[in-house]
Every structure is written in C-alpha cells, then in structure tokens.
C-alpha cells in the first residue's frame, strides 16, 4: 500500500536517517518548527503505518572481532519470497534483499570468522537452490539521507503545523509562537482585550520545551510555546500574525 507523506513526515525520516539513535523528538521539532509531541505522535503513525520498519545498528564486525562481512550475488529462479525466510536461517546471515529483475536478484551479506566459514555459508546458500553469481569481501558501507527528504535552503517553513477540522467551520490549531510576534510576552487576556487575538479564539494548551501547560487568563506567551488554539472561524490571517507575524498569504 502507498503511504502519503506531508512535508513533516519527509523531515522526520530525513534527520531519522542521519541518525536515529542520537536524534530526539525536540531536535527534530526545533528544525521543522512544530512541537515535540507532534513529532512523537507522527513517528508513532509513520511506524503503524509501515513507513518506519526499523531501527537497525550499524555494525563494523571487523572493529569488533575481526569478522569478515561478505556478499554473495544470488540468482533465486523460483519462490524468492519463500527462500528469503530460508536464507536468513543460514548461520552467519545478517541481510537480505530482493531485487525485481535481473538475475543477480537476491544479495545477501554474511558474516564469517574467517574465508572457512565463508565457504561454508556460500555452501549452505547453494544448498537452498541460490545460484552465486558473484560475491566479494565488503569493504566499507556508506550512508546518506534522501536529499529530496530534507530542508530546502530557501524554504520557509509555514506558520501552521497541525489543523483539524471540525463541523461548521471551526478549526483546531498548532501554531509555534515566534519571537518577536504581537503575543510575545503578553498574557492571553492582555493579547484579547487588545485585539491581537479574536474573542471566538480560544488557547486550549500551550506546550513549553517538554511542558503542557493548562492556559489561563494571566498565562504569558512565550516565543518557542507552541500553542494549540480552538478557532470558531477557522484558520485565519488575523491568527497567524498575532502568533507567528506571519499570515498565510505572505
């Protein structure tokens, strides 16, 4: 099945592929300007989803006990999804992948104490009906996140992150509020009873670093909150400016 992706799913799985253990859910928010919860909450989706399959260790097992890491080039005439299963049994095995034409349509990478083993293992494979076509000792492996994944140096990130809709025209919103933007460092009443923010707009949480705070009257808005705000007439360009100083048609 074909998974639609937004901007922010894009970004999370580019920084998650530069690297997934050393990044956390506020890094990535700093970067795409939403909250930390969002982006747990769509590393969730994108994990339930099939998305994200993984979080694998990258291994150098020569570092480690002087290993061999190898791959064999395999043919698989027939049942290549019912050998892959067998050929991941063989002792030694750590990968597999499949590939939709050409006869080399099967690598696997193996792990060996030494070119014995190896032998071993290229035995086994033929055992399982692989055909070798071609294999060699690996020497290094590199990695790099899919540019098209990450910021553009001449994107501006929106104003708006996450908007539900709900009946009648209201909307819920998370909006970052940015520095120097008309509600910084103003209470919410002060911000209503000035006009910055609309009598139908109501603050219904506001999320500081890994903080919920329950909004009240005398609450102050801060650069970096991010607000979630209730909208009976929806997303508009009076909201964005008093939160962000910076509407949706700019």
Do not use: W
Not at 74 to 82: E, F, H, K, S, Y
Not at 122 to 148: F, S, T, W
Not at 155 to 164: A, Q
């Amino acid at each position: 099945m074909r998974e639609r992706l937004d901007d922010i799913d894009r970004r999370i799985l580019y920084y998650l592929r530069v690297d997934a253990r050393n990044t956390t859910a506020p890094m990535i928010a700093q970067e795409v300007d939403v909250s930390a919860a969002t982006i747990r909450n769509r590393i969730d989706q994108l994990e339930e989803r099939g998305v994200i399959q993984g979080y694998h260790a990258d291994i150098d097992y020569e570092v480690a006990e002087g290993k061999l890491m190898n791959i064999f080039l395999c043919n698989a005439p027939t049942g290549v999804d019912d050998v892959v299963a067998r050929t991941l049994q063989v002792p030694g095995v750590v990968h597999v992948r499949s590939t939709m034409t050409g006869r080399e349509n099967l690598h696997v990478q193996a792990i060996g104490d030494d070119t014995g083993d190896l032998t071993r293992i290229k035995r086994e494979l033929a055992d399982l009906g692989l055909e070798i076509e071609d294999e060699g000792l690996v020497n290094g492996e590199y990695y790099r996140p899919y540019d098209q994944y990450g910021p553009a140096e001449t994107h501006e990130p929106s104003p708006l992150t996450d908007v539900m809709s709900l009946s009648g025209g209201a909307e819920v919103i998370e909006i970052p509020v940015r520095e120097g933007a008309p509600v910084d460092g103003r209470t919410i009443e002060d911000s209503v009873e000035e006009g910055i923010l609309d009598e139908d707009v109501l603050v219904i949480a506001v999320e500081r670093e890994d903080e919920v705070i329950t909004p009240r009257g005398e609450t102050v808005l801060r650069s970096g909150d991010v607000l979630t705000v209730f909208s009976q007439s929806g997303v508009q360009d009076a909201l964005l400016e008093a939160v962000t100083g910076v509407s949706a048609t700019r």
